[in-house]
């Protein structure tokens, strides 16, 4: 049975959201008054639990406004296949928690061991996913129940009956969404576009919050996922609308909703395509995504605010994909050119999408996040998944994150995960033998000790070698050349499923 929430509950915790936004408002209006223009930065790398690669999450949100990230990190426990196509090597990670300079281990559930994050709120509380000892029956992969880190203890978040289930994201008030499975068998498998994992069962979208899981329903389908909530406790996901196959995509009609306490509203989609996702939500209530058209040829980035679609077209190819959105309503992503064998960085806003180039010696680049100051962090790579470069787009000017790196280190920035409000950067970075390290670089002023300026550094990224980095989009022969529109399609969907996966992770 559905459990519903009292509508006195609801009705209390506006109550609270409307005495508390005032107190929230002002901290933010002070961290965005104290943040100055920074070019220089200190750079943070974070260790490992004693394995050789720490990660962050490029999809969620990995780091708050307050400076505390959270990511995983391998330890010393060498697992075997299949666990290894789970994971980015075959070492098992721990999520961990970057406070202050120090690496916390959070741990994970009693059994295997291994944990994964997705997201931290302003208060440190950290949501992802710990292993629960059962696996696929086919394929031998172990499942995972949806968790929360809260004040040193871990909580499982359970499932609704099914295997697994997954933890998408958290806002500042606690309040956190993702999908589980129940125990009924599932015709259709909506993993590709919730997490890239196979579902033996039928999965639903909830919200959870201190203690009770609420299962959120169907657009009128078998599944659904929550992945987004703001800090006004409205949610965004992903929903099958219906049980009819369509024969270009394979599955039954797939729409963004947007739940606001009560029911499920369906967002629809553009020139009636059948294959619409939410990649991103702001406390506006707007909802940034991806649509196809009805003829499945090509996709369109749109944003969904107060029941409007606007549809922000293309860079001219078929292929576009929707990854960072602010609270002004500013959306970036990645976007096929014209010759479909380029994909570059871009911006939407207005009603608008520009193009952001890409850095010398690149020819392909995605924006993945974009702060309440317009600030703009990604990746570029030679579209073959080389030479794998991270950039901060500022006011018109794209910047190579290896200008910051100090010339003691050995690594080599290849994407940047996410830019907070005060400017602070989560990157990955990769050392000459493979191993690769979550790293942060922090704004600082001239006379801080390890504070390097991108126009001084000895070691800025002109004169660094280059490093393989390891492909992040799934378009490996698709960039070379031309494309179909049905190609076209086919990478799409290969990008979403890889949506969740560990930034930097070999594509398995």
């Not at 697992?79 to 075959?90: E, G, K, M, S, W």
């Not at 980035?301 to 990854?323: M, N, Y």
Request: glycine share 12%; proline share 5%; with cysteine.
């Amino acid at each position: 049975m559905k459990s519903k929430t009292p509508k006195y509950f609801i009705a209390s915790i506006s109550l609270v959201l409307l005495a508390t936004s005032a107190v929230f408002a002002q901290e933010q209006r002070a961290d965005q008054e104290q943040t100055k223009e920074h070019h220089r930065y200190k750079l943070m790398e974070v260790g490992t639990f004693g394995g050789p690669s720490s990660y962050f999450t490029f999809i969620s949100k990995p780091l708050n406004n307050r400076g505390v990230a959270a990511g995983m990190a391998d330890t010393a426990a060498a697992v075997n296949p299949p666990f290894c196509l789970l994971l980015p090597d075959c070492f098992l990670p721990h999520a961990f928690l970057w406070k202050e300079g120090t690496l916390i281990d959070l741990g994970a559930l009693p059994g295997i061991g291994g944990s994964f994050v997705n997201g931290i709120n302003r208060n440190g509380v950290v949501v992802g996913m710990s292993l629960n000892g059962g696996s696929d029956r086919l394929l031998g992969l172990p499942y995972f129940d949806a968790v929360v880190w809260k004040d040193g203890q871990i909580i499982d978040l359970g499932t609704f009956g099914g295997p697994l289930s997954y933890s998408g994201a958290v806002n500042d008030h606690g309040q956190v969404v993702g999908f589980a499975l129940n125990a009924t068998p599932d015709s259709f498998d909506l993993g590709d576009f919730c997490q890239n994992f196979p579902m033996p069962t039928q999965m639903r979208a909830f919200t959870w919050q201190r203690g009770v899981m609420r299962d959120l329903g169907t657009l009128g389908g078998t599944d659904s996922c929550a992945l987004f909530i703001n800090d006004r406790g409205q949610v965004a996901g992903n929903s099958l609308t219906n049980s009819a196959v369509n024969p270009g995509t394979g599955l039954p009609t797939l729409h963004p909703f947007f739940w606001d306490g009560d029911a499920m509203r369906d967002l629809g989609a553009l020139a009636n395509g059948t294959r619409t996702t939410a990649s991103a939500m702001n406390n506006r209530g707007q909802v940034a995504g991806v649509s196809n058209l009805a003829d499945d040829s090509a996709f369109h980035a749109f944003l969904w605010d107060k029941g409007t679609l606007t549809d922000f077209g293309t860079l001219g190819g078929d292929f576009v994909e929707v990854i960072g959105l602010n609270e002004a309503g500013e959306i970036v992503g990645q976007a096929q050119l014209p010759n479909s064998q380029t994909i570059h960085a871009f911006l939407a806003r207005d009603g608008v999408m520009t193009d952001l180039g890409t850095p010398d010696r690149n020819a392909c680049s995605a924006a993945i996040s974009i702060n309440v100051r317009g600030q703009i962090v990604g990746s570029s790579d030679d579209c073959s998944g080389n030479n794998g470069r991270a950039f901060l787009w500022e006011k018109d000017r794209m910047i190579d994150l290896n200008a910051f790196v100090p010339s003691y280190s050995a690594l080599t920035l290849t994407q940047a995960a996410l830019i907070n409000d005060r400017g602070e950067i989560a990157a990955q970075g990769i050392l000459p033998n493979g191993d690769q390290r979550a790293v942060l670089l922090v704004p600082c002023e001239r006379d801080e000790e390890r504070c390097v300026d991108s126009a001084e550094a000895t070691n800025g990224a002109a004169l660094r070698n280059s490093a393989p980095t390891l492909d992040r989009t799934g378009l490996l022969t698709s960039r070379q050349r031309g494309v179909t529109p049905r190609e076209s399609a086919a990478a799409w969907r290969a990008w979403l499923a890889r949506r969740d996966h560990i930034l930097g992770a070999p594509n398995n």
